[in-house]
């Protein structure tokens, strides 16, 4: 939030008898503000500036000192501070940036959390004050933006820096492996947790002080869509049971998780799809229609190999815009409508499978959320009205083995947002074209 900018417009509008002299450093460059004078002095050189504050300090001056860590892994002068000089070092928690300076002064550890929603929503309606009619649409893109890379201001109020970052956090995750992905476990996850070297493009840090003496700090994801690119990512670099061993570990990754990620996972796995076939149960549909094997337990091998990421609502369109067959497609957003991922098969019927994964013992679905995923799908993909003009649809509840199992059928309740006939439609539908079925899944799959 620009705190060492904050910072020194508060020091200079202290008392200037209590507090006559201030100096910002940032990168190369050392700026002394005299506020008895009313003048700013430049050094380009640390060493210049220490030499001077010896003299300061002979003369008993009183000061304090912003440094503002702009080189990842350059620390403060180590002469610095002097006797009646306070001083702060504004930085990111890279510990090479401060360790050794924080350890020989015996520094206080103050730890500052990203503005949170309600922050930046103030900051847009003050940025368009004058523009009322103009707020609610100004607010709709930085939350966008938001939602995608993070609460950093510099890049949520930026068109050209939001882009810019969107490129870099793609960087930071190619380089993600199964050398390295232990640090961004907990990104797929709705917890706070330790990790020793995670690139902050990825993750952001949280002020914990419960039950400690001293402030600290833990790693939470940016956002949701960097976390669901970063597991897209691992599932083509990494083996199923890589991932799988990654995602259990209960002090960091919530059950839910657990289900959305490993869920996803089991069945791009051969071995583990012949288990699944075995215990999917079909849930009885409406009177009046039969029961109908899941096209995966009618052909196993026809599931899905490879993985793709779909585009967010700032993000690129998918490279390939029609409709593959063996492809796990996985929404990098995590409120998409109806389910968490999907796939096509072509035999033994043209399918569409979707897999929703859940912890409840039953769904509440509306009509409004079908005909939203509908809508997507014809974002998504091209030619999807003649697609799934004869398309099977099968929904999968995938749930862990100590949830209590779906065993109804998932109505399709209306909807308030549509109109009676929309309403009946989509019921309609749903009640005749879709097959719902229930699994659980455990570590041992």
Known sequence: MNAGSYLLYQLLHYDAEKLPMVAYIIKNSVYLFD???????NFRSEDVFVDLLKDFTRCEVKGYIIYDVAEQGREPHVGLPFALWGMIVVTSPNVNNFKGWKKQNGAMGIVMNCPDESDV????VWK???EQGEQNGYWKQVKDRMDEVGPILRYIFDGDKFTDRKTDID???????????KHYIGVMSDKLWEAANPSHKLVQIVR???DLPTERYLNSPASRVIANKIYVHLSTKMHFMEIFKLLMHPDVISLSIVLEMSGTVTFMCRGAVNIIIGKL???NPPEGRALQQAALQRNPAGHPTEFVGLPTKQGLPLKEKLARYGVMYKPAVGNFPLVDAFFFMESPRRTLVGLQMTTANARHIQTSTVRLFKERMADYFNGWEELSRDLSWEIIYVQHADSTPISDWQKCNDSANLTEAENRE???FWEEKVH???VSITAEM
């Open 35 to 41: 506020k008895t004078k009313q003048t700013v002095s």
């Open 121 to 124: 929503k103030a900051m847009c």
């Open 128 to 130: 368009k004050r004058n």
């Open 171 to 181: 960087k930071v995750i190619n380089v993600v492996d199964s050398s390295n992905a």
């Open 208 to 210: 914990v002080r419960k």
């Open 281 to 283: 149960k079909e849930l």
């Open 426 to 428: 989509i019921a309609a």
């Open 436 to 438: 719902q079925y229930q």
